[in-house]
T-cell receptor
């Protein structure tokens, strides 16, 4: 059963701690994305990767870091430098032949709360 | 890159047609328009994509006028299960930018 998974669904951390959000896909997609969603707002792009071992900053990359060592995995680390980390984080994947035009498949999201 | 603007919310009744408009005044020549549906605490799901004129699939239609400064998602005969937030997305292959609108919350009543 192909899909994209994110874990955990809910995550609580103390202020000042780094935290890593998991994103895994078995759709054989080359491209993967991380978005942040705040209440009443649309999705904002944090990082994206079109191929293994390569990734690009999105619109709000400050305070975040990513890695893309495997095609299936694109973990996101929320560092202590991120000023307002509490949000709903969404991971997505797509084929890469048409770049950002391709349909994106989203995971169920991780709700991060920093106390 | 185009900034997208959508109405915050809309109400409808079951069986009616719903049209949700997205404004993207600064859309560039090579930008595409995509619409997604999102239920609470879930990831968005693709509905439809277009570049110009009209596109139709099994669940919706997308109307894009000649100047492409806006687009309208049309949902025929909505049901209660269509209650969700709908986002338009303008994407640019020239800059790799992906700009989501703030979303329109559609509430369908029986």
């Amino acid at each position: 059963d192909g899909g994209i998974t994110q874990s955990p669904k809910y995550l609580f951390r103390k202020e000042g701690q780094n935290v890593t959000l998991s994103c895994e896909q078995n759709l054989n997609h080359d491209a993967m994305y991380w978005y942040r969603q705040d209440p009443g707002q649309g999705l904002r792009l944090i990082y994206y990767s079109q191929i293994v071992n390569d990734f690009q900053k999105g619109d709000i990359a400050e305070g975040y870091s990513v890695s893309r060592e495997k095609k299936e995995s694109f973990p996101l680390t929320v560092t202590s430098a991120q000023k307002n980390p509490t949000a709903f984080y969404l991971c997505a994947s797509s084929i890469a032949d048409r770049g950002p035009y391709n349909e994106q498949f989203f995971g169920p999201g991780t709700r991060l709360t920093v106390l | 890159l185009a900034k997208t603007t959508q109405p915050i919310s809309m109400d409808s009744y079951e069986g009616q047609e719903v049209n949700i408009t997205c404004s993207h005044n600064n859309i560039a020549t090579n930008d595409y328009i995509t619409w997604y549906q999102q239920f609470p605490s879930q990831g968005p799901r693709f509905i439809i994509q277009g570049y110009k004129t009209k596109v139709t699939n099994e669940v919706a239609s997308l109307f894009i006028p000649a100047d492409r400064k806006s687009s309208t998602l049309s949902l025929p005969r909505v049901s209660l299960s269509d209650t969700a937030v709908y986002y338009c997305l303008v994407s640019s292959i020239d800059t790799d930018k992906l700009i989501f609108g703030t979303g329109t919350r559609l509430q369908v009543f029986p």
